[in-house]
């Protein structure tokens, strides 16, 4: 049922997601933060779209745990990829320090419309890719699994440990990703959980970009129901309250559906969240403390 499930929802997002892989990658620079490598890729589509990304790796010893970091959105469009190296002002900081000191290997794509890739605007490439029949998420998420898949394939990381990590549009991503692809072994979402339908009804909807629309997928599961696809791989999720897009009443039913579905599966106690009554779109000190704990017991030591 879940198998079925997964590829309704790859159809709706247009079928990439899964069967794109990435026709080549080159490393375009290469630097270093203490005891960590970090190399500035190029990977090329097989229609020979550019994607860069940032790959950070320690040096020396045998396969690592690793975290594919989705990067946000926030209306700035001149970030991307750097968040993971310089943040962004939703974060308390960048989480190449943290994530460096914990040993992990950790890739970075840089989105469509983002970055380096910002000539194209959201408006544009969304309407574009509806019309072909697919969708802007569709496109995210299938260059996300590919670089999940080269992440997988490197032999300095340990393929059955990878967790993926976001905040807002990253959060999406992460656990989205989650739910479609199994190699993902935790998720880790920040500030964007809550039930779609209800946010439709709130009208709060309308604060998430043209990325996000996937036709007719009400249709057939909720946000929590969809999220429940991870189970029963470990997931946090982490939400303020006076987040336009987790209010407490679309948080509580979206919480309800994961729960439910956790809990079928047999693995309710993998399933953790982190709620902050007085937080709003932003992650809080106790969120990232939070985060790095969640990765260290579902990753394990580095050294492992």
Do not use: N
Not at 16 to 28: H, I, K, N, Q, Y
Not at 57 to 85: F, K, M, Q, S
């Amino acid at each position: 049922m879940a198998a079925e499930t997964r590829e309704t929802v790859r159809h709706l997002l247009g079928g990439r997601v899964g069967t794109l892989d990435f026709a080549e990658m080159s490393v375009t620079a290469t630097g270093a933060v203490a005891d960590t490598q970090i190399d500035t890729l190029e990977f090329v589509t097989p229609e020979g779209v550019r994607v860069p990304a940032q790959f950070l790796h320690p040096r020396g010893g045998g396969p690592a745990p690793a975290v594919l970091y989705c990067h946000a959105h926030g209306g700035r469009y001149d970030i991307g990829l750097r968040e993971l190296t310089e943040g962004r002002p939703a974060l308390q900081g960048a989480y190449l320090g943290d994530l460096a000191a914990a040993g992990y290997a950790v890739l970075c794509v840089e989105m469509p419309c983002f970055g380096s890739r910002s000539d194209v605007t959201e408006s544009a490439a969304s309407k574009a890719l509806l019309w072909r029949g697919t969708t802007l998420f569709g496109e995210m998420l299938a260059e996300q699994a590919a670089g999940l898949a080269w992440l997988s394939d490197h032999p300095e990381v340990d393929a059955t440990r990878i967790a993926a990590l976001g905040i807002s549009m990253g959060g999406t991503l992460a656990w989205w990703l989650g739910a479609l692809d199994r190699r993902v072994s935790a998720v880790v979402s920040m500030c964007s959980f809550a039930d779609l339908a209800c946010l439709i009804e709130s009208g709060a909807h309308d604060g998430h970009g043209h990325y996000m629309t996937v036709p007719g997928l009400l249709r057939h599961l909720s946000t929590g129901t969809l999220a429940g696809l991870c189970a029963p791989r470990p997931q946090l999720q982490c939400v303020g309250l006076q987040d336009g897009f987790t209010s407490p009443e679309c948080f509580a039913i979206g919480r309800r559906d994961l729960e439910a579905a956790y809990a079928a599966a047999g693995a309710s106690e993998l399933l953790e969240f982190h709620v902050e009554p007085d937080a709003g779109h932003e992650e809080t000190p106790e969120m990232r403390l939070r985060v790095l704990d969640f990765l260290a017991r579902s990753l394990g030591s580095a050294a492992v």
